[in-house]
């Protein structure tokens, strides 16, 4: 029998937590967004403004948090270079100190706790593919070993607080995510990619553009986050969550090129320190453990992210109206979006 919960999403303003947002409220869950919009946004949940079972909290979770909930999605944490690199030791207290106080009002609460960890805790990986049972190659003084190493150490944190105090925890390793109500400005690489060529300006790839990454729709991870956490129990691991095909930097830089009708070239630049080389989840235990796997093509998926980007800047639509605005299927986009304003057949 369904029961509606009260949920706490911390970072539900940001391009994940917004979608987790809607997830939950479409199955008839309350939801408190706590959100400090240091890299999240407010337009990314307006179209949820007025809704009876939604709330914004505006709150840093480096300040103990004061709620009533019966679960807890810990996604606070800025997730790109370029904002995480900006305040290195904010990006730190954000997940060690933000993760002690969901942790500390999960166990006063006796709520289950969701940790979004990263595909970062492997660094540069000398596994391929990786596991969950890999222990990682990170360099714990390098530009990105504030995040790296602050989400490994929230991953320490959830599984004492476990041990030591019976929290009901799960972590799921994020491996590269993509899709409408990214930032485009937040370095990451098919929003990169995606902007640069709707403006006609270079396609910048760091390196020569063999590096690897596997990129997973925004719809697939809410899926995996949810089934995560309505998982049993005895479902306590880190758990990889992300999308097995694997592409090169330089490959996706050509597919965008190709859906955008761009004319803008590649160019190369050098390769930024610690930059991983590959990067690949074995989902193993999501099939098996949470009957979980990615179903949308990256072709598919970065069609809605080309169109959502196309209205931001092609019609320069208002950020906060492009995050409402419905998305639509691929063949649809195909037939009467993006296409059609960029010439496409």
Excluded at 105 to 133: C, D, M
Excluded at 236 to 245: A, M
Excluded at 265 to 292: C, H, M, T, Y
Aim: proline share 6%.
């Amino acid at each position: 029998m369904f029961r509606s919960k009260r949920i706490l999403v911390t970072g539900g303003a940001g391009f994940l937590g917004s979608f987790l947002c809607d997830s939950l409220l479409a199955d008839g869950h309350e939801v408190i967004c706590l959100d400090n919009f240091h890299t999240g946004s407010r337009s990314n949940v307006q179209h949820l403004h007025g809704h009876p079972r939604f709330e914004i909290m505006r709150h840093d979770v480096t300040v103990p948090i004061h709620a009533e909930v019966d679960e807890i999605f810990n996604l606070a944490c800025p997730a790109s270079p370029v904002h995480y690199q900006t305040d290195p030791v904010q990006t730190v207290k954000t997940n060690v100190h933000g993760a002690i106080n969901v942790l500390e009002l999960a166990r006063r609460l006796k709520a289950k706790i969701f940790q979004a960890s990263t595909s970062e805790v492997y660094g540069n990986p000398l596994v391929h593919p990786q596991v969950e049972s890999y222990a990682g190659n990170v360099n714990p003084i390098g530009h990105r070993a504030c995040y790296d190493e602050g989400k490994r150490c929230a991953e320490t944190l959830f599984f004492d607080y476990h041990r030591q105090y019976g929290v009901k925890i799960r972590v799921a390793r994020i491996f590269n995510t993509y899709g409408p109500r990214m930032l485009p400005d937040d370095g990451r690489v098919v929003s990169n990619f995606i902007v640069q060529a709707l403006r006609g300006d270079p396609i910048t790839i760091y390196g020569q553009g063999q590096q690897t990454r596997s990129f997973c729709f925004v719809d697939d991870l809410i899926r995996g986050f949810r089934a995560l956490m309505d998982a049993p129990d005895d479902v306590l691991l880190p758990i990889n969550l992300g999308n097995p095909s694997e592409f090169t930097i330089l490959q996706l830089a050509e597919l965008v090129i190709e859906m955008t009708g761009s004319r803008s070239r590649v160019v190369f630049n050098p390769l930024p320190q610690d930059d991983p080389e590959q990067r690949k989840p074995d989902i193993s235990r999501a099939a098996s453990q949470l009957g979980w796997a990615p179903t949308v093509p990256l072709r598919d998926g970065l069609a809605q992210t080309v169109a959502y980007f196309d209205r931001m800047l092609s019609q320069r639509v208002p950020t906060h109206v492009a995050a409402s605005v419905p998305i639509q299927s691929g063949a649809r986009l195909l037939a009467g979006g993006f296409a059609a304003t960029r010439g496409l057949a």
